[in-house]
């Protein structure tokens, strides 16, 4: 049989899927540990034979498509103009790339700051500034600070195209370059796919190969992209669908990892009551946003200092629990595993208060505005209260009996009202990890990726919410708006 093999070099496991093309079926998954630190192809190998004892036929691989996230990832610094607007725009191309973003600058730069971005290291800075034809004193000035400074990372341009004459004068001959359209060509308007894109090209030519991957390489076709933006791939195709496949419409796509939570919305997140007007900078279609102090355990600390008892207690009953304790295991022991009942619902509870905060901090609010007209309201960021879908990912979602609960945690409360979390989504499960490999499935053949995560992840079947009042406010009591915040 004829199939597709793909592979997701994780920080710490390398997972690996088979696809027979044919029945458009998951032949067998198999992972094992991630060996970045010697050579990643000695942990392929051990998850290729686990994969191979359970296929029980001959079978030919036709294309083999991997992602990365291993050694930390796609690390990245952004730099912009101002902070809510072109560096917020920078921001969002970097994470919608796949990155994690490990600092974001804004105005002209200093001498500690370029020392500080030289120190970081990161693997690619993305370097935007100006709207088309605005600024272009700001953008040239951090260029000729990151020249001089001579840094030896690659650096994207996508800033305002009247500076990148300029740029290209500073840059010859020092600095690894690439242009790119503007992140922020007009006020408030967001380009960041071409941005994303060179991003990709970038990562697949250079920073597989400071992974330790180079002896991969003969063995697969390509390491593709970052793991991240192979499940925003997938996440965007499922929802929009393709000339020939029905998508299903917004989603939420939800992953808690042991460092951070990260949070895909699809979906243009437009105001869905009357009498709402948007501000701030525009919502991309595909958003990914990563809150780097909300993860299971190496940000088991910052989640309790980012929570507090209440919020913990809100999940469990924390009678005769040393609460701080639990979370202090946790974060001086990264490698602990649950067993015991008691520990295991622990955990659920740090999954249901990073899915909380993260889809919180993901999600738009809306706000009452006083004008000559009477009370509107602005609504800043996404609505996603109509949102019907949420998906979960993740090792703590997928492995847990009570994945809806944990998932429950991410819908609209009425003791949050300003909140635009999804109000009656739907619950599902990507319980195969499929969504890193149908990303890389799309890039063969993007209406048999759409089929298969609707078999593998809708047509399984979701669970409805219930258990919290879900009733519609109206945003007609300023009183009522105003007595949560």
């Known amino acids: ?29 198999a992972k094992s540990y991630t060996t970045v630190a010697t050579d990643v192809t000695e942990g392929y190998q051990k998850a290729l034979e686990a994969l191979n004892a359970q ?10 498509l991997a992602c990365s996230s291993a050694a930390g990832g796609l690390k990245m610094v952004s730099i912009g103009l101002v902070p809510d607007l072109t560096a917020e725009a920078a921001k969002r191309a970097a994470l919608g790339a796949g990155a994690r973003v490990i600092a974001n600058y804004a105005y002209k730069l200093n001498n500690m700051e370029f020392d500080e971005i030289k120190r970081l290291n990161p693997d690619i800075v993305l ?25 030896k990372f690659p650096i994207v341009v996508a800033g305002n195209k009247a500076a990148y004459d300029e740029i290209k004068k500073i840059f010859d001959g020092k600095v690894d370059y690439y242009f790119t359209e503007n992140v922020m060509p007009k006020l408030n308007e967001i380009n960041v796919d071409p941005a994303r894109e060179e991003i990709r090209e970038i990562f697949m030519r250079n920073i597989t190969k400071a992974r330790g991957m180079a002896h991969v390489e003969d063995e697969i076709s390509q390491v593709a992209m970052p793991t991240p933006q192979s499940v925003l791939k997938a996440a965007e195709a499922l929802a929009q ?16 990892g042991g460092a951070t939570t990260d949070i895909h919305s699809l979906g ?36 309790y200092e980012a929570a507090g008892n209440r919020m913990v207690r809100r999940y469990l009953n924390t009678s005769g629990i040393d609460v701080e304790g639990e979370f202090m295991k946790r974060y001086t022991n990264t490698s602990f595993v649950s067993t015991d009942q008691k520990d295991i619902d622990f955990d659920e509870t740090i999954a249901k208060i990073c899915v909380d905060l993260s889809v919180k901090r993901h999600a738009g609010i809306v706000e009452p505005v006083y004008s000559p007209m009477g009370v509107v309201y602005s609504q800043r960021g996404k609505d996603l209260s109509e949102v019907k879908t949420i998906i979960g990912t993740g090792g ?49 053949d993007k209406n048999m990726a759409i089929r298969m995560m609707k ?5 399984l079947g979701g669970v409805d ?10 945003y007609t009591d300023v009183e009522q708006l105003n007595c949560h915040h």
């Open 455 to 459: 078999k593998y992840i809708i047509d």
């Open 127 to 151: 370097l935007a500034g100006g709207t088309d034809g605005g600024n272009s004193e700001t953008i040239i000035h951090n260029a000729q600070g990151l020249a001089d400074h001579g840094v």
């Open 1 to 29: 049989m004829k199939t597709y093999l793909f592979l997701d070099f994780g920080s710490t496991f390398t997972k690996l899927t088979l696809v027979d093309i044919e029945k458009e079926e998951i032949i067998a998954t």
């Open 268 to 303: 243009y997140g437009d105001p869905t009551k009357p009498g709402v007007f948007t501000v701030g900078l525009e919502e991309p279609f595909a958003k990914r946003t990563v809150e780097g102090d909300l993860g299971m355990r190496y940000s088991a600390m910052s989640v």
């Open 241 to 256: 669908g393709s000339n020939d496949e029905e998508g299903i419409g917004d989603l939420l796509v939800v992953d808690v």
């Open 396 to 444: 703590v979602i997928v492995n847990s009996s009570n994945y809806s609960e944990i998932l429950k945690a991410a819908q609209f409360r009425a003791d949050d009202l300003n909140s635009l979390k999804p109000r009656q989504p739907k619950l599902y499960l990507d319980k195969s990890y499929i969504l890193s490999s149908m990303g890389l499935l799309t890039m063969i």
């Open 465 to 474: 919410t219930v258990g919290f009042d879900v009733d519609e406010p109206e």
């Open 55 to 64: 296929v029980k036929e001959p079978y030919e691989v036709v294309k083999k």
